[in-house]
């Protein structure tokens, strides 16, 4: 039973205090940051891309989903070697290959080379986006965890709702999509520099065990095999049942092989020990409903609202503003009130949200949406400060790596469902009303689904509360 905090509980801290936990976490949030600009960011840019290349939308989300499978296959090897190497080397090993493919990319003469930067983009931000939650718990106290988890649920909250903003103002000005995707360059190599100087405490002592390579093989069949089925179907739905069934059997023979390995890539059994599953859940559920609102609305506002990508950006940036505003504050809610009841009031705000852009939007236009887009990034703000803490305060030092690799990976499912399945419902609906009346048909019919995502997730978060908390975590 998760204990109730109040005010005495926790006096203020003093000055010096919340100067040594910004130190300690501030390299951290910034790589938390650029790889959540990494997603976000380039849906935005999509459109120009697509007309630069003349390609139809199906095929330019590959941009996003070449990203997405190859951070997603790598996320629990890169927790893996994490434990063994090491976490703080093995993060800035990421950041170095997330370096060498932005220049790749900002560099692409056609949709194939950019689509194959994003994938090598994609391994790197693997380490981007699992290893620093790891590492706050290993740098914090126990009673500063809910800040220190804020910063970084900030950091990443705030890089998913600026991307879109500041991708639609850059690709506008002179620097076009090419020079915007340049800008990880500099980033990254501040980013890095900043990391050489964590402190000591952060890094791990070394223990090497050998890699479930086959669990490894079959995980990366098994959640390619989904992607595909959600996003190139040449069978239509009957490829599309096949493609979804080849995964499912894949990914039974992968928990068979998990259970017998000696080391395996995921230890299924000690997670459900620990009780993060419901978690889990619930993050690919609130990952979900946030990738409807970075990479629809773009199209939206473009094709049904006929707004310029200036101000296409600028309509997006009211989702930054209301992040920032809440992001520390959500931290504090989190050691004061109780992490499961953080997140469950923060999933709630977000389907509200959701509703909102399926209602609202289409009555109302830009204000419709810029009222939902308030409610929902500050939602997403104490969702992911109140889950992130709550599953890492399960975990014991030896599965830091780990668990918080199995976090990104349901992040990761949620996005790319997201990704694909958004993308053809919105598709369809713009293929059957046409013009403005299509986009804004496609609208409502996204969020229509995240809204009932966020109902379910929801009931699921209120009775995850009165799941106990393992002894020892």
């Known amino acids: 039973m998760e204990h109730q905090h109040t005010a005495r509980d926790h006096p203020a801290a003093p000055e ?83 370096i060498l493919a932005s220049l790749l990319a900002s560099f692409a003469p056609g949709l194939e080379v950019l689509v194959a930067a994003r994938a090598l983009q994609g391994a790197g931000v693997a380490a981007m986006v699992s290893l620093p939650v790891a590492l706050v718990r290993e740098t914090v106290a126990k009673d500063q965890m809910g800040r220190a988890m804020g910063m970084i649920g900030t950091a990443m909250a705030t890089g998913m709702a600026v991307g879109p903003a500041l991708g639609g103002v850059l690709t506008a ?23 050489r100087k964590l402190p000591a405490a952060v890094a791990v002592a070394p223990q090497r065990t050998a890699m479930d390579i086959a669990g490894l093989a079959l995980l990366a069949a098994v959640l390619a095999g989904y992607a595909m089925a959600l996003t190139f179907t040449p069978g239509g739905w009957l490829g599309t049942a096949g493609l ?89 809610w989190v050691d004061r009130w109780g992490a499961t009841r953080m997140a469950g009031a923060g999933l709630a705000a977000m389907t509200a949200a959701a509703l909102g852009f399926a209602i609202l939007v289409p009555l109302w236009g ?78 409502a019919a996204c969020f229509g689904i995240a809204a009932i995502v966020g109902i379910l997730a929801v009931s699921l978060s209120w009775s995850r509360r009165r799941a106990p908390v393992p002894p020892g975590s």
């Open 366 to 443: 830009v204000a419709g949406f810029l009222v939902a887009a308030v409610v929902l990034t500050p939602g997403n703000q104490m969702f992911m400060a109140g889950n992130n803490t709550a599953i890492m305060s399960r975990a014991g030092a030896a599965q830091q790596g780990a668990v918080s690799g199995m976090l990104t990976l349901a992040r990761n499912l949620g996005f790319i469902t997201a990704t694909a399945v958004m993308a053809l419902v919105f598709n369809l609906a713009v293929d059957r009303a046409g013009g403005p009346s299509g986009a804004t048909l496609g609208m």
């Open 16 to 98: 010096v205090d919340t100067k040594s936990l910004f130190v300690k976490v501030a390299p951290l949030a910034l790589v938390a940051v650029i790889a959540a600009l990494g997603t976000s960011l380039v849906n935005v840019l999509l459109p120009a891309v697509a007309g630069e290349f003349g390609v139809a939308m199906p095929s330019v989300q590959w941009v996003t989903l070449a990203f997405l499978l190859s951070s997603t296959v790598m996320i629990v090897p890169v927790g893996r070697w994490a434990d063994i190497l090491g976490r703080a080397r093995v993060l800035r090993i990421g950041l170095g290959v997330f």
């Open 173 to 195: 000005s002179a620097l076009g999509w090419h020079g915007t995707v340049f800008l990880f360059v500099p980033m990254g190599v501040a980013s890095w520099l900043l990391l």
């Open 244 to 332: 979804l069934g080849l995964a499912a059997l894949g990914f039974v023979l992968w928990v068979r092989v998990e259970k017998r390995a000696v080391a395996p890539l995921v230890d299924l059994a000690k997670l459900r020990e620990l009780g993060v599953f419901p978690g889990l859940v619930l993050n690919f559920c609130g990952s979900l409903i946030m990738m409807t609102f970075t990479i629809i609305p773009p199209f939206y506002l473009t094709l049904g609202l006929g707004l310029d990508m200036g101000r296409m950006g600028l309509v997006m940036a009211v989702g930054p503003v209301a992040a920032i505003l809440t992001g520390v504050p959500a931290g504090r």
